[in-house]
């Protein structure tokens, strides 16, 4: 279809009609079910749907008429009072666009002047009046002096910017007010674009109003973004405080078994959608400690996520360094699954203040602990949607820059740049066909992930003894001593422990 001016301005009508279907109007001809057709009833069922008139009646004298059978004709105007003679509207969520109606004058007659003043109102439900309606604030008018129209005329009055679209009811209010001359008006056919919101079967008062500042189908009060039609929900691991992640870096070996070569605190943040959909991960990372002689680095997979569904990675810090390759989305090249390298070395995150290591042996200097927040953004391709549960947050330590030397939480599975030959190998008792990885032949592992914040051991110290019910966890796989790093008696050893001041 070749595009020209007519053929884009009836899709623009196409689209403005979508866009206001809703429309809410009173023309007059209906009655209440079993009663017959008449003035009276008439306007009892436009009543009945929450219409209100004042000094306004029904008619059918045809010389008043001008749709149908039935129009609207006002008392003579006495006054420029707009509270004397109107015709006011239900409740209305009111949308964008023109309130529109017939009118027409029963007598043209010199020295008079006629008015048609539009007003609105909020909901105010502190009113006291048993209608709730705020202070009517006028928006518009036309006057008529000194000739008057005695054929029908549509006019037309834009809907005032501040309530159009604002999601909140208002009632319209026409009134009809003049000086002079005993001429009336005829009217029909008002139609004002929104949504009819009165509840018949409540005095007429409004529905219930659930403000949804960005129309994404949230609430604003569950609505955690309630300006942002992208995102709604924060769900935050660990749910409340933050998670503590400790490696051990002489995997395949146990070492000294301390468990502070890298100390951090995490917390990470799946940012979903209306519809649940993960749009974004925040992770912030706090380096505690390094309690190691080795440059090592960090990063994560994110378990069976393809880098295709990752548009973009912010906050890591990699320094360039030679064994980080990383693709313009930043996940890192040549991994089936999304891994996130987000620091080359850890000494670069928190430098030594001196000493060795960083925040392990009470004699050196403390350094302030430094938090890096990873942003993570998911594409939004209709047919890459990710759920909360689809996240399965695989952190791992690179150990002095060798690639291939992963360390990774017991049973997490390495990532496609591992070096597997290093399985089995020192005290590793790796068995992927049993599902076993990163354990010894006792099941201790060499790196754990707590959700909780806690301290770890000094430089040197064995966890085992720094924790004394941690043996009976990890070989127990889990079973027993779930709570094994709580502060409770018995379950710390403090002269075995850092304590951050
Ligand atoms: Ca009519
Ligand atoms: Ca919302
Ligand atoms: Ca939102
Ligand atoms: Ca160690």
Same mark, same amino acid.
């Not at 000494?347 to 290591?357: H, N, Q």
């Given at each position: 279809?070749?595009?020209?001016?007519?053929?884009?301005?009836?899709?623009?009508?196409?689209?403005?009609?979508?866009?206001?279907?809703?429309?809410?109007?009173?023309?007059?001809?209906?009655?209440?079910?079993?009663?017959?057709?008449?003035?009276?009833?008439?306007?009892?069922?436009?009543?009945?749907?929450?219409?209100?008139?004042? %000094?306004?009646?029904?008619?059918?004298?045809?010389?008043?008429?001008?749709?149908?059978?039935?129009?609207?004709?006002?008392?003579?105007?006495?006054?420029?009072?707009?509270?004397?003679?109107?015709?006011?509207?239900?409740?209305?969520?009111?949308?964008?666009?023109?309130?529109?109606?017939?009118?027409?004058?029963?007598?043209?007659?010199?020295?008079?002047?006629?008015?048609?003043?539009?007003?609105?109102?909020?909901?105010?439900?502190?009113?006291?009046?048993?209608?709730?309606?705020? +202070?009517? $604030?006028?928006?518009? *008018?036309?006057?008529?002096?000194?000739?008057?129209?005695?054929?029908?005329?549509?006019?037309?009055?834009?809907?005032?910017?501040?309530?159009?679209?604002?999601?909140?009811?208002?009632? $319209?209010?026409?009134?009809?007010?003049? +000086?002079?001359? &005993?001429?009336?008006?005829?009217?029909?056919?008002?139609?004002?674009?929104?949504?009819?919101?009165?509840?018949?079967?409540?005095?007429?008062?409004?529905?219930?109003?659930?403000?949804?500042?960005?129309?994404?189908?949230?609430?604003?009060?569950?609505? %955690?973004?309630?300006?942002?039609?992208?995102?709604?929900?924060?769900? !935050?691991?660990?749910?409340?405080?933050?998670?503590?992640?400790?490696?051990?870096?002489?995997?395949?070996?146990?070492?000294?078994?301390?468990?502070?070569?890298?100390?951090?605190?995490?917390?990470?943040?799946?940012?979903?959608?209306?519809?649940?959909?993960?749009?974004?991960?925040?992770? %912030?990372?706090?380096?505690?400690?390094?309690?190691?002689?080795?440059?090592?680095?960090?990063?994560?997979?994110?378990?069976?996520?393809?880098?295709?569904?990752?548009?973009?990675?912010?906050?890591?810090?990699?320094?360039?360094?030679?064994?980080?390759?990383?693709?313009?989305?930043?996940?890192?090249?040549?991994?089936?699954?999304?891994?996130?390298?987000?620091?080359?070395?850890?000494?670069?995150?928190?430098?030594?203040?001196?000493? *060795?290591?960083?925040?392990?042996?009470?004699?050196?200097?403390?350094?302030?602990?430094?938090?890096?927040? $990873?942003?993570?953004?998911?594409?939004?391709?209709?047919?890459?949607?990710?759920?909360?549960?689809?996240?399965?947050?695989?952190?791992?330590?690179?150990?002095?820059?060798?690639?291939?030397?992963?360390?990774?939480?017991?049973?997490?599975?390495?990532?496609?740049?591992?070096?597997?030959?290093?399985?089995?190998?020192?005290?590793?008792?790796?068995?992927? *066909?049993?599902?076993?990885? !990163?354990?010894?032949?006792?099941?201790?592992?060499?790196?754990?992930?707590?959700? %909780?914040?806690?301290?770890?051991?000094? &430089?040197?110290?064995?966890?085992?003894?720094?924790?004394?019910?941690?043996?009976?966890?990890?070989?127990?796989?889990?079973?027993?001593?779930?709570?094994?790093?709580?502060?409770?008696?018995?379950?710390?050893?403090?002269?075995? $422990?850092?304590?951050?001041?």
């Amino acid at each position: 279809m070749k595009f020209n001016k007519t053929t884009l301005s009836f899709i623009f009508l196409i689209l403005s009609g979508i866009i206001n279907a809703q429309t809410v109007s009173v023309n007059c001809e209906v009655a209440p079910p079993y009663y017959p057709r008449s003035e009276g009833n008439n306007r009892l069922y436009d009543i009945s749907n929450c219409w209100a008139f004042g %000094a306004v009646t029904y008619t059918r004298v045809s010389s008043q008429l001008i749709t149908g059978n039935f129009s609207m004709r006002s008392n003579t105007p006495t006054s420029l009072d707009p509270n004397a003679c109107w015709v006011k509207s239900p409740w209305i969520k009111p949308g964008t666009g023109n309130i529109t109606f017939k009118m027409k004058f029963e007598a043209t007659s010199a020295a008079t002047l006629r008015r048609i003043i539009l007003t609105y109102c909020s909901y105010d439900p502190a009113s006291l009046s048993s209608s709730k309606e705020g +202070t009517h $604030i006028r928006f518009d *008018s036309i006057s008529y002096a000194p000739n008057l129209p005695t054929t029908a005329q549509t006019l037309s009055f834009a809907v005032p910017a501040a309530i159009a679209n604002s999601g909140l009811p208002y009632k $319209i209010r026409i009134s009809f007010v003049g +000086t002079g001359g &005993t001429t009336r008006y005829n009217m029909d056919d008002l139609v004002i674009p929104g949504t009819h919101w009165s509840d018949p079967s409540n005095n007429c008062l409004p529905l219930p109003v659930i403000q949804d500042a960005d129309s994404d189908g949230v609430a604003d009060a569950d609505d %955690a973004y309630p300006n942002d039609a992208t995102r709604a929900y924060n769900n !935050y691991y660990p749910a409340a405080g933050k998670g503590t992640l400790m490696f051990e870096d002489l995997w395949p070996t146990t070492g000294d078994y301390d468990f502070n070569d890298y100390v951090a605190s995490y917390r990470y943040n799946l940012v979903t959608n209306a519809t649940n959909r993960v749009v974004e991960m925040k992770l %912030a990372l706090t380096t505690r400690a390094i309690g190691a002689s080795l440059k090592n680095g960090f990063g994560f997979q994110l378990n069976n996520i393809e880098p295709i569904y990752v548009s973009s990675v912010t906050g890591t810090q990699t320094n360039n360094a030679s064994w980080v390759s990383t693709a313009s989305n930043g996940t890192e090249e040549g991994q089936d699954y999304a891994n996130i390298i987000v620091f080359d070395d850890a000494f670069k995150i928190l430098p030594s203040p001196g000493g *060795s290591g960083v925040n392990v042996d009470p004699a050196n200097p403390y350094a302030t602990p430094v938090v890096q927040n $990873i942003t993570i953004t998911f594409s939004t391709l209709s047919d890459l949607i990710l759920f909360k549960d689809d996240i399965i947050f695989n952190p791992y330590l690179i150990v002095n820059q060798e690639r291939g030397r992963e360390v990774h939480l017991p049973n997490f599975v390495p990532s496609k740049k591992a070096n597997v030959s290093l399985f089995g190998t020192g005290q590793d008792a790796t068995n992927p *066909s049993a599902n076993k990885y !990163y354990k010894t032949k006792n099941n201790l592992p060499w790196a754990l992930q707590v959700e %909780a914040e806690i301290p770890y051991p000094k &430089t040197k110290i064995d966890i085992l003894q720094a924790y004394p019910n941690f043996a009976s966890w990890a070989e127990s796989s889990g079973a027993s001593f779930t709570d094994w790093y709580q502060n409770l008696s018995g379950y710390r050893d403090n002269t075995k $422990i850092y304590i951050e001041p």
